[in-house]
């Protein structure tokens, strides 16, 4: 019996001993008694609210613990990505985010006859299973037990495992090419008709027009990178681990955002100066207006952004009005990002109707409001030219085509001089126009510069797809050759938030102001407002000021610009400042070749 007790004795003295021990090392007694102490003073009205405050500041940092994508639906009703981020917090299994990812931009234009968009359809869906697969696979494996805060380590390892699929893939192709070779196939692949349409060539058959004998060479566009299907699940779980990363540390998401840019908590904030389209023309639309796709207006710096997206929304029920007056009901009628699509035929027309419009608020069009254009250069550059095709049901479609040439209404064409010389005579009859995005191919750099030191003194020349996607641009040296006052960045496809983030500091090096912008296949997910104030991007480019996916995303930029207003912690963009972008400097004659200069000039001087 008293063998049973000292048994019983000396086990309970170990247990004791191992929960001294355990204690100890956590250091539980020192801060047991340290949160006492203080407590005593600091009186907090909730005391057990205190302690656990003062324990979670000394819990473990919270980890992913899982990711589960499904299906989701944007606002074209077509399928995409749906996912939550859980992490594990204080032990127990939390979801951190839930991310509905947009759709990216459809690479056909709007009046693609419907047969034609069913291959891009089927391989969307594709793309969305694939990115749901990697999701719940690889990317779900390889991102457990990963502080979401870092997110610079989350993107390494999902570009990580993007490159090793891209091996995979690439390794496979190639396998294939060698068995079709070795099974006596020459390997090569057909040349398209995009393809042959560069050379000037289509069918085999000459394109070239009776009486022309002058070969224009036109410059094809950058090759398109070819993505993986999927390749949207990088940006999908870049986002969620940065949203989860706020939610663990209980901070605002635009706040956690700015420590990634900047490395610290900025003093002040500022709210984006929205970019809100209200007319969208080009090729798509009906009228032959094509050289401008997009009409935004633009409030004035300094705006609080409540009263900019008031004026907003009178401004396009000013046109939608006016245009149901001239045209009737169905032209109130707005496209895939509620814009609304008259039938134009030249630029003066849109740009005429919205100064109106500011002007019926009793505002002053180029002081309290400003007009942005998205020109969409390369949509309009035709390669290939070709007669007039028998008559679609599709306006735009097989409208005459003169290669090398950009056509800027129907029916008339332009070289890439005659295009500067249009654009300069228009912006200088409209002071207003505080923006114009892509006003031609980067391929045509010397008539892009000529361009630029003609207006850029006096509106924003923004750069959308002149520039590749950040990942790329961050590797891609800026040169003298080519300059923009404004970059556009996009957060889809393999884009990751690092790469966002690096793109803008390293334009904004390069005296570029930042364009955050939305695709078109939208969802009410606000993670771009709080996106845009967290990174200081000066515009935020949304849409128009209609339908539930944009106004929750106006709504989300009130309700920012109200918490650091009551912070103490509000700023305003500064006025718009335009730098000159001047052509470099013509490189220095070689010997020899002055002197022929010189004997070409007295030549045609006797001529004359």
């Known amino acids: 019996m008293a063998s049973a007790s000292t048994r019983e004795a000396r086990e309970k003295y170990e247990l004791k001993q191992k929960a001294v021990k355990y204690y100890d090392q956590n250091g539980v007694p020192k801060k047991m008694e340290e949160i006492l102490n203080s407590m005593?003073?600091?009186?907090?009205?909730?005391?057990?609210?205190?302690?656990?405050?003062?324990?979670?500041?000394?819990?473990?940092?919270?980890?992913?613990?899982?990711?589960?994508?499904?299906h989701g639906f944007d606002s074209k009703g077509q399928t995409t990505v749906q996912t939550d981020m859980y992490c594990t917090v204080r032990n127990n299994k939390k979801?951190?985010?839930?991310?509905?990812?947009?759709?990216s931009n459809s690479s056909l234009p709007e009046n693609t006859k419907p047969e034609d968009r069913e291959e891009e359809d089927k391989a969307r869906e594709a793309g969305v299973e694939a990115a749901i697969a990697l999701l719940n696979g690889d990317?779900?494996?390889?991102?457990?037990?990963?502080?979401?805060?870092?997110?610079s380590d989350v993107d390494k390892i999902l570009m990580k495992l993007y490159e090793e699929l891209k091996a995979e893939e690439d390794e496979r192709l190639a396998k294939e090419a060698a068995e079709q070779a070795a099974l006596g196939g020459d390997g090569a692949t057909p040349v398209k008709e995009e393809d042959a349409s560069v050379s000037g060539k289509k069918g085999g058959k000459s394109s070239a027009k009776k009486g022309k004998s002058v070969a224009v060479v036109v410059v094809p566009d950058e090759p398109k990178e070819k993505l993986l299907p999927g390749a949207e699940s990088i940006c999908v779980a870049s986002r969620a681990a940065c949203t989860a990363a706020s939610a663990v540390r209980e901070e605002p998401l635009y706040q956690h955002?700015?420590?990634?840019?900047?490395?610290?908590?900025?003093?002040?904030?500022?709210?984006?100066?929205p970019m809100v389209t209200i007319i969208q023309?080009?090729?798509?639309?009906?009228?032959?207006?094509?050289?401008?796709?997009?009409f935004m207006v633009v409030p004035k710096p300094g705006m609080p952004i409540a009263d900019s997206l008031k004026y907003c929304q009178k401004i396009y029920s000013y046109v939608a009005k006016t245009l149901v007056t001239k045209s009737g009901m169905a032209a109130q009628y707005g496209n895939d990002i509620g814009a609304l699509c008259p039938s134009y035929d030249k630029p003066e027309q849109g740009l005429d109707i919205l100064q109106d419009a500011i002007t019926s608020l009793e505002l002053t069009p180029g002081e309290d409001f400003f007009i942005a254009l998205n020109l969409a250069g390369k949509e309009i550059f035709d390669y290939d030219p070709s007669s007039v095709p028998a008559k679609s049901d599709f306006p735009g479609q097989g409208m005459h085509k003169e290669k090398g040439k950009y056509e800027v209404?129907?029916?008339?064409q332009k070289v890439p001089e005659d295009l500067v010389e249009f654009w300069v005579e228009l912006l200088g009859r409209y002071?207003?126009?505080?923006?114009?995005?892509?006003?031609?191919?980067?391929?045509?750099?010397?008539h892009w510069m000529r361009l630029c030191d003609r207006v850029s003194d006096k509106c924003y020349v923004i750069g959308n797809h002149t520039y590749p996607r950040p990942g790329l641009l961050?590797?891609?040296?800026?040169?003298?050759?080519?300059?923009?006052?404004?970059?556009?960045?996009?957060?889809?496809?393999?884009?990751?938030?690092?790469?966002?983030?690096?793109?803008?500091?390293?334009?904004?090096?390069?005296?570029?102001q930042i364009v955050l912008t939305t695709c078109y296949g939208e969802t009410t997910d606000t993670f771009l407002a709080d996106m845009a104030v967290g990174m200081n991007a000066r515009f935020l480019k949304i849409g128009a000021p209609v339908r539930g996916e944009r106004i929750a995303l106006f709504n989300r930029l009130i309700q920012i610009e109200n918490q650091l207003k009551l912070e103490g912690r509000l700023a305003f963009h500064g006025e718009n400042v335009f730098p000159h972008i001047v052509p470099p400097p013509l490189p220095e004659p070689e010997e020899g070749e002055e002197a022929q200069e010189e004997e070409k000039k007295e030549e045609k001087g006797k001529k004359k």
């Open 40 to 70: 005593f003073y600091d009186n907090p009205d909730d005391v057990y609210g205190h302690l656990a405050n003062y324990f979670a500041e000394h819990a473990k940092t919270p980890l992913i613990s899982q990711i589960s994508a499904r």
């Open 95 to 103: 979801l951190s985010a839930a991310v509905v990812s947009s759709s």
């Open 139 to 151: 990317i779900n494996t390889r991102l457990q037990g990963v502080d979401p805060a870092l997110q």
């Open 257 to 273: 955002i700015a420590t990634l840019r900047f490395g610290e908590i900025p003093k002040d904030m500022r709210v984006p100066i």
């Open 281 to 294: 023309s080009g090729r798509s639309a009906p009228g032959k207006l094509n050289c401008v796709k997009e």
């Open 409 to 412: 209404m129907g029916g008339q």
């Open 431 to 446: 002071p207003s126009v505080v923006a114009i995005i892509d006003p031609m191919r980067k391929q045509e750099k010397e």
């Open 474 to 512: 961050l590797e891609e040296e800026l040169t003298e050759e080519f300059k923009t006052s404004g970059t556009v960045l996009k957060l889809d496809q393999i884009n990751t938030i690092t790469d966002i983030l690096e793109s803008a500091k390293k334009m904004e090096d390069a005296e570029n």
